[in-house]
């Protein structure tokens, strides 16, 4: 069974940075994209990023391209999204997401990250 | 940039059929895809592929798709779909994009 799990979601100041972690179990980690996606309270989902199986390429969302960097590490089965320069905007629960064929096809629970004074 | 056009609500009695819509200018060039999200969970993916139903998702859901427009019907609606739907897509370059959401209420 696919297992995600988020960590690292806390409380930040405008202009600071938080590094978000996604623990993968139950497949073949290297073998898929995996994807963060966001959703502000009370709004609509919104994708982040992608990477791609080996981390040689990576995808960003138009909102968050130049402030954001998707990472992963085969060997720990983990994804990690650093994000830098956050704004109160950036306010969201993020989710781990494993991408299959144009979709996401098993999410994590997700991690909240409040950009706060 | 490129958006998915979802209607905000749509309300059923138990019983009858749902019908939400996504339209954008790319869905004939594109795949859909519909998730179901309960308050506090998880998205779900429950329709791929513009009409592919996922293993496990009840046969109630279908997903069709027709011009510019792409659309998550729900027969014979129950309690338990009652649920945010969000369709999502990709535009020309390949950049993933959600509609809004619709908020389906069983009355």
């Known amino acids: 069974e696919v297992h995600l799990v988020e960590s690292g979601g806390d409380l930040v100041q405008p202009g600071g940075s938080l590094r978000l972690s996604c623990a993968a179990s139950?497949?073949?980690?290297?073998?898929?994209?995996m994807s963060w996606v966001r959703q502000a309270p009370g709004k609509g989902l919104e994708w982040v990023a992608n990477?791609?199986?080996?981390?040689?390429?990576?995808t960003y969302g138009d909102s968050v391209k130049g402030r954001v960097i998707i990472s992963r590490d085969n060997a720990r089965n983990s994804v990690h999204l650093q994000m830098s320069s956050l704004r109160v905007e950036d306010t969201a629960v993020y989710y781990c997401?494993?991408?299959?064929?144009?979709?996401?096809?098993?999410w994590g629970q997700g991690a909240l990250v409040t950009v706060s004074s | 940039s490129y958006e998915l056009t979802q209607p905000p609500s749509v309300s059923v009695s138990p019983g009858q059929t749902a019908t939400i819509t996504c339209s954008g200018e790319?869905?004939?060039?594109?795949?859909a895809y519909w998730y179901q999200q309960k308050p506090g969970q998880a998205p779900l993916l429950v329709i791929q592929?513009?009409?592919e139903r996922r293993p496990g998702i009840p046969e109630r859901f279908s997903g069709s798709s027709s011009g510019t427009s792409v659309t998550l019907t729900i027969t014979a609606v129950q309690a338990e779909d009652e649920a945010d739907y969000h369709c999502q897509s990709a535009d020309s370059r390949d950049v993933w994009v959600f509609g809004g959401g619709t908020k389906l209420t069983v009355l």
């Open positions: 990477i791609k199986p080996d981390g040689s390429e990576q």
């Open positions: 592929k513009d009409t």
């Open positions: 790319e869905l004939p060039n594109k795949y």
């Open positions: 139950g497949f073949n980690f290297s073998r898929f994209w």
């Open positions: 997401a494993r991408v299959g064929d144009g979709c996401l096809s098993s």
